[in-house]
Nanobody
């Protein structure tokens, strides 16, 4: 069984920064993809940033140059550094680990950006 624990969300003013963390535990031998997604009220869940299976990073256009995804393979942990936050970044943020035997999602962490 694999478990993901997220942390780091909160309330911040526009222009501020937050860092999200997602630590995975359990039987993890390899990872296909790992990344962050978000879902705002009334909207579909969307990709924010991801490490592909080849180790490249992809970002949503709306967060390029403001957000940075990073990872610590030894700790099975992925991070999302979010700078220059905007009110439209307000959402519940979820991490996802795509493993050979299934997809696993974090519980979600609320990020609220006030104007």
């Amino acid at each position: 069984q694999v478990q993901l624990v997220e942390s780091g969300g909160g309330l911040v003013q526009a222009g501020g920064s937050l860092r999200l963390s997602c630590a995975a535990s359990g039987r993890i031998f390899s990872i296909n993809q790992v990344g962050w997604y978000r879902q705002a009220p009334g909207k579909q869940r969307e990709l924010v940033a991801v490490f592909t299976s080849g180790g490249n990073t992809n970002y949503a256009d709306s967060v390029k140059d403001r957000f940075t995804i990073s990872r610590d393979n030894a700790k099975n942990t992925v991070y999302l550094q979010m700078n220059s936050l905007k009110p439209e970044d307000t959402a519940v943020y979820y991490c996802r680990f795509a493993l050979p035997f299934g997809d696993y999602w974090g519980q979600g962490t609320q990020v609220t950006v006030s104007s």
